[in-house]
């Protein structure tokens, strides 16, 4: 089944949540927030949360500075 992370296709087996899917692009395990098509995923539902073909996740990565 095939995923849109970032902008970018993956490939993912069905069925697929998102913890799939971050373990699929290599994710870091900790700093990381997810939104599914626009909806914000609490990092407690990422292996509950199943994807639907062609599902937009965007994925953000926390980042220190000033």
Known sequence: MRVWINGDPHDVPEPATVADALAAMGAPAAGVAVAVDGEVVPRAGWSERR?????????????QGG
């Open 51 to 63: 994807l639907a073909a062609e599902a937009r996740i965007e994925v953000l990565t926390a980042v």
